[in-house]
């Protein structure tokens, strides 16, 4: 499709987009909008550099990769570089999300129609001072072109809405959400229960839940929670571009050491359902399941054609970009903690006072993390007890990986609608995450 100058490599991602916004609050529509846009990002490589380029004018494109090119030195070599031996040559049309699966082919008015069927939920409970209701969508089709000769096609898509609120009774507020997404339409038809749950839930939480009593506890986290631990405290920590040049990192990341408890397995994979499904990522590599930890040892991290260059490793296929505006990075798609063999029951016996974190507002850290419930519990006797008021949970990455104790057989992938993960400029990427309920033996929680 294109001509690709000799002694570069290039390469060309063309991007499809159409998404969809609709934000309703306390009943009042204040946005109702589509937007469809074609836009190209174009990279050049002479071994030494990378020349950059986008543009929503495709007919430009050519041209811009013969400006690039001029700014690039000729290399006769060029196809020898370690870094352009690492890329793949997928070729052929890998589109999922066609036809009556197309979400970009749904009538707006058909789409708010969904988001409103879940409003008269928030409405009738008496503690609701404040809500806001959103739905959103995305279907990309990415067309990747290199001078090596891929030639790709392949789309991605996702779908969610979040029912926001704030609850008031007496001096106590909370604010709280339902927040789901998936690939296709279908995933958040018809949830009304689970809606009124997480309603009803939060209702009983702010008319009971007392401060927690500074102090370390044995802690039970949700998929929720355990998800996100996995994406903030370890993911990124897994992202090997932070460690190019970084002998320290090296030493301490280095493949084969035992990082946590010999129970516990995280992976990262594009290829799982939700938000995070990107079965090719931005240089056009296939995605594959990665194993970060297996069975406690530090066995593999995330990579761009970049950085497996440098560590002399395998490409992974997390290469991805927010947009057609951006380079490629290092990035996340689907990251989890895998299940293990215990009830839920299980894994509590024995706890005779801990914490059990359900869902949360935020998490984030690296050395050190912190995850800032929004709904916890006390654990006594080895049940589930009154709910409790918690600032954050915190810990040391090492301490709690390898304090790890106990896994279900339960086991969850989460997609949010809203947010997403951040990384330099590029923000924010939609990501997945989950788990099984994870034990902790200690946590610091205040």
């Not at 090492?398 to 104790?405: A, C, K, P, R």
Request: aromatic content about 10%; some cysteine.
């Amino acid at each position: 499709m294109f001509d690709f100058p000799e002694y570069v490599y290039s390469d060309v991602r063309v991007e499809e987009v159409s998404n969809s916004n609709i934000v309703v609050t306390l009943g009042r529509t204040d946005n109702m909008k589509e937007q469809k846009y074609v836009a190209a990002f174009i990279r050049i490589f002479d071994g030494e550099r990378w020349y950059f380029s986008s543009t929503t004018d495709l007919n430009s494109v050519q041209g811009e990769i013969y400006r690039l090119a001029d700014l690039a030195k000729k290399n006769p070599s060029i196809e020898a570089n370690q870094i352009v031996q690492k890329f793949q040559v997928n070729k052929g049309s890998f589109l999922r999300f066609e036809k009556s699966s197309d979400i970009s082919t749904i009538p707006l008015k058909e789409k708010r129609d969904i988001l409103s069927t879940y409003f008269p939920i928030v409405e009738e409970s008496g503690l609701v001072r404040f809500w806001r209701g959103q739905y959103v969508d995305q279907r990309v089709v990415k067309s990747f072109f290199s001078s090596k000769g891929a030639d790709l096609k392949f789309d991605y898509q996702r779908v969610g809405f979040r029912m926001l609120y704030q609850m008031a009774d007496g001096e106590e507020q909370l604010m709280d959400r339902f927040d789901l997404a998936g690939n296709e339409l279908e995933s958040i038809k018809e949830l009304a229960e689970d809606v009124r749950k997480s309603v009803e839930a939060s209702e009983y939480f702010i008319r009971n839940a007392k401060s927690v009593i500074p102090g370390r506890y044995p802690v039970v986290l949700s998929p929720e929670a355990a998800g996100v631990f996995a994406h903030e405290s370890f993911g990124h920590k897994s992202e090997s571009d932070f460690m190019l040049g970084d002998e320290t990192m090296m030493k301490e990341w280095k493949i084969g050491r035992m990082v946590g408890s010999e129970i516990l397995s995280i992976v990262d994979d594009g290829n799982k359902p939700g938000v995070g499904n990107v079965v090719f990522d931005d240089e056009g590599t296939k995605a594959e399941e990665t194993y970060l930890i297996k069975n406690g040892c530090l066995s593999g991290r995330l990579h761009s054609a970049e950085t497996a260059a440098a560590l002399d490793e395998e490409l992974t296929g997390n290469a991805r970009a927010v947009s057609f505006e951006f380079e490629p990075v290092v990035r996340m798609t689907t990251t989890y903690i895998l299940p293990g063999r215990l009830s839920f029951d299980e894994l509590l016996s024995g706890i005779k006072e801990g914490l059990y974190v359900d869902s949360l507002n935020h998490g984030s850290g690296m050395s050190t993390f912190t995850l800032a419930p929004c709904r916890a519990y006390m654990i006594r006797d080895g049940k589930i007890a009154e709910p409790v008021k918690i600032s954050v949970v915190t810990g040391s990455v090492f301490q709690t990986l390898n304090e790890i104790e106990g896994l279900t057989e339960e086991f969850k992938l989460l997609s949010f609608a809203l947010g997403g993960c951040g990384k330099m400029e590029q923000y924010p990427l939609p990501v997945g995450f989950g788990g099984p309920y994870v034990r902790i033996r200690s946590l610091n929680a205040h």
